[in-house]
T-cell receptor, first 113, second 118 residues
Framework: DVKVTQSSRYLVKRTGEKVFLECVQD?????MFWYRQDPGLGLRLIYF???????EKGDIPEGYSVSREKKERFSLILESASTNQTSMYLC????????????FGSGTQLSVL | AQKVTQAQTEISVVEKEDVTLDCVYE???????LFWYKQPPSGELVFLIR??????QNEISGRYSWNFQKSTSSFNFTITASQVVDSAVYFCALSPRGGGGGADGLTFGKGTHLIIQP
């Protein structure tokens, strides 16, 4: 089975800090995604990557950046965390095409104080 | 732009009852895929089904069944004889065939929180 691993389950940071959320998948998937999940808003796509060093903006990229230096790893970066970025962050991957099923990590609950 | 609507925010039923989760979608694409995902309390979304827009046959997998009706743009999910382990948030999603960039890619509904009471 594909495993998508997110480095932290819970994270508490202070406003203005630089935050790195890490995601690793172990099945050679080409596509990787970062979503944010908020009550009443469902899942919203922040960024996705379809290849190493390639990235595309999703629906809500403002305040975030990403890095994909290796195929298996996709990092989400909050350059200067703000309280409105308190949320559940979900990483996902798919094998080759964006219309294939997604495999998700367990999520990182980020609190920005 | 495409849209997925799950009008039921929360449903609560007693164990062994049947329950249907509604999903209505909008898209201009003629070929697309529809999905259902389950998010149990542990947080990890789990894939349940992917349905091609060309295939309108209903699908059954154990206690789960899906009714795809292109004429009403709906892809409803029914759990028969519900169990406490079915308690989760369920998401319906839509993707154009081949995927797409940004906001035209995979679109999720807001989810339905299903509570199965013992």
């Amino acid at each position: 089975d594909v495993k998508v691993t997110q480095s932290s389950r819970y994270l508490v940071k202070r406003t203005g800090e630089k935050v790195f959320l890490e995601c690793v998948q172990d099945m050679d998937h080409e596509n990787m995604f970062w979503y944010r999940q908020d009550p009443g808003l469902g899942l919203r796509l922040i960024y996705f990557s379809y290849d190493v060093k390639m990235k595309e903006k999703g629906d809500i990229p403002e305040g975030y950046s990403v890095s994909r230096e290796k195929k298996e790893r996709f990092s989400l970066i909050l350059e200067s965390a703000s309280t409105n970025q308190t949320s559940m962050y979900l990483c996902a991957s798919s094998l080759r095409r964006r219309d294939e099923k997604l495999f998700f990590g367990s999520g990182t609950q980020l609190s920005v104080l | 732009a495409q849209k997925v609507t799950q009008a039921q925010t929360e449903i609560s039923v007693v164990e062994k009852e049947d329950v249907t989760l509604d999903c209505v979608y909008e898209t201009r694409d003629t070929t697309y895929y529809l999905f259902w995902y389950k998010q149990p309390p542990s947080g990890e979304l789990v894939f349940l089904i992917r349905r091609n827009s060309f295939d309108e046959q209903n699908e059954i997998s154990g206690r789960y069944s899906w009714n795809f009706q292109k004429s009403t743009s709906s892809f409803n999910f029914t759990i028969t004889a519900s169990q406490v382990v079915d308690s989760a948030v369920y998401f319906c999603a839509l993707s154009p065939r081949g995927g797409g960039g940004g906001a035209d890619g995979l679109t999720f509904g807001k989810g339905t929180h299903l509570i199965i009471q013992p």
